[in-house]
């Protein structure tokens, strides 16, 4: 393996800056990697190599001009594959949108062109951002590098997995229920799902408008807050784009990499713990908080009474929200169009007959839920009521963060586990993101960052939690515990993943 693959963005970012590297030999040895290991891990949908090095000699023309260029150029990078990008197929994991090349980029991804970072390409992922496994794929799962056996999170199990298997140094993921923190917490790296409106939404393809939020995967937290800086900020094509001015992630980061966490109040959510955890995740858990208590955190534990019930109020406002949002994927615009095989052919026959061929099983469940939940007679006793509760988690927060700083538990209640072993269980499967869930229903933004291994040799999540616009403190709080536990280990977690096998 290349070295320059090994490298975090940040180190890379400064050997670019410093002329020790291209940016065409960054790109390429990425690629090279991409070629090596992908077959195995499929962590990506689609590659385009041509035109991640023309972006690399365009940063690297620039850089010998003399041109002044954003720190991150020449840093390549890898994009979920439910971010449009202009030129590039977007699929969102589903055969509905196979083949289909978007007009135009998204926002973010607009702003990772303008700083010169190469996109390597669109990333795997559960179609259309449903499930936590990225096992819903059309296209076939990903794998997790630590073990090929077991999935790598979901729904962006592709973003996670070419992060953790050093096919890219930066990812971007998407996270409407946990999508961003959990595959992070499975694969032993860095996910952060910002505050709701602080990175824009526009061109995002959207599975539940009031949830969805794009936002880094990484190796470090100080990576994720190169990122974050890049992709944040005002957008006025999105109506809940968030106007106020975003502080420096990078300096936030930064300031806590002393490790130091004097005075900070660390609250341990209690509903976010119990039952259904494995004994190997509390274990890494508590082994976290005594380093930070050591750090000179203080410890307090708080109550979160709506929390039990996130889980159900999300699975009625996600699919209906989502029924809405994919009804516009009928045949007769873009992407698939399916003619009943026999009788006429009329618009709704084709409607029916594309979405039938189109739509996984994952897709189908939940639009035909949401549809109900909608429907009249039943929205006041299911959707109705799922907004309340939501309310009522949002004032949880609001009164958990008067006594803590950052709220804090395990991201996942397991480790990864084998493929195939919920997949007849969906409610099984929807557990996976009852300590992810809460942070989408009310706004506010969580990171998730390895804390250890579990019993079983695979990586644990520790979950960070902050008041909505207050991200800088998920980078100083995490960059500090990161730092802890760097100490105790010696080398990065990742370090001790196996060696995948390299085709040659």
Request: a negative charge; hydrophobic letters at 40%; one cysteine or more.
């Amino acid at each position: 393996m290349s070295d320059l693959t090994r490298m975090t963005a940040a180190d890379l970012a400064a050997r670019l800056t410093a002329g020790e590297v291209s940016s065409v030999e960054a790109t390429q040895a990425h690629l090279d990697r991409i070629s090596a290991v992908d077959g195995d891990v499929h962590a990506f949908l689609h590659v385009n190599a041509d035109e991640a090095l023309a972006s690399a000699r365009a940063v690297d023309s620039a850089r010998a001009a003399g041109e002044e260029l954003h720190g991150l150029a020449g840093v390549p990078i890898a994009v979920k594959d439910v971010v449009v990008t202009k030129g590039q197929v977007t699929t969102a994991g589903s055969r509905i949108l196979e083949g289909w090349v978007p007009p135009y980029d998204a926002t973010l991804v607009t702003r990772l062109r303008e700083a010169g970072m190469p996109i390597l390409g669109k990333t795997n992922m559960d179609e259309f951002a449903m499930g936590s496994s990225t096992e819903h794929s059309a296209y076939g799962p990903t794998r997790n590098p630590w073990d090929l056996g077991r999935i790598p999170g979901g729904s962006g199990g592709g973003s996670a997995a070419a992060v953790a298997a050093y096919e890219a140094p930066l990812a971007i993921g998407t996270d409407t229920g946990g999508s961003i923190r959990q595959p992070a917490a499975v694969t032993g790296t860095v996910g952060v799902k910002p505050t709701y409106g602080s990175v824009s939404r526009y061109g995002l393809i959207a599975l539940a408008s009031s949830l969805d939020q794009a936002g880094p995967c990484t190796r470090t937290v100080l990576d994720a807050a190169l990122l974050h800086d890049v992709i944040g900020g005002h957008d006025p094509r999105d109506s809940t784009s968030l106007p106020e001015p975003a502080p420096s992630y990078e300096e936030a980061a930064r300031l806590g990499g002393n490790g130091d966490l004097t005075g900070m109040r660390i609250g341990v959510v209690s509903e976010l713990g119990g039952e259904g955890y494995e004994p190997g995740v509390r274990a890494s858990f508590q082994a976290a908080l005594t380093r930070m208590t050591d750090a000179g955190a203080d410890i307090v534990e708080v109550s979160c009474p709506s929390f039990p019930a996130a889980l159900a109020a999300y699975y009625l406002i996600l699919p209906s929200e989502a029924s809405s949002n994919l009804a516009k994927f009928d045949g007769m615009r873009y992407g698939l169009r399916v003619e009943p095989s026999e009788g006429p052919v009329t618009a709704e026959r084709v409607m029916a007959a594309t979405r039938g061929a189109g739509f996984g099983d994952e897709v189908k469940r939940r639009i035909i839920l949401g549809t109900y939940a909608l429907s009249a007679g039943y929205y006041d006793a299911y959707y109705g009521s799922a907004q309340k509760v939501r309310t009522l988690i949002q004032r949880d927060f609001a009164a958990a963060f008067e006594q803590a700083d950052v709220l804090v538990s395990p991201t996942a209640p397991t480790t990864a586990f084998p493929f195939g072993a919920k997949l007849d269980d969906p409610l099984a499967m929807y557990l996976n993101d009852v300590a992810t869930i809460p942070a989408n229903l009310a706004g506010v933004p969580g990171m998730s960052l390895p804390s250890g291994l579990s019993d079983d040799g695979l990586p644990v999540g520790f979950q960070i939690l902050a008041p909505a616009q207050q991200d800088a403190r998920l980078y100083t709080v995490g960059a500090a515990l990161e730092t802890l536990l760097l100490n105790d280990w010696g080398a990065p977690l990742l370090s001790r993943a196996p060696e995948l096998e390299v085709v040659r």
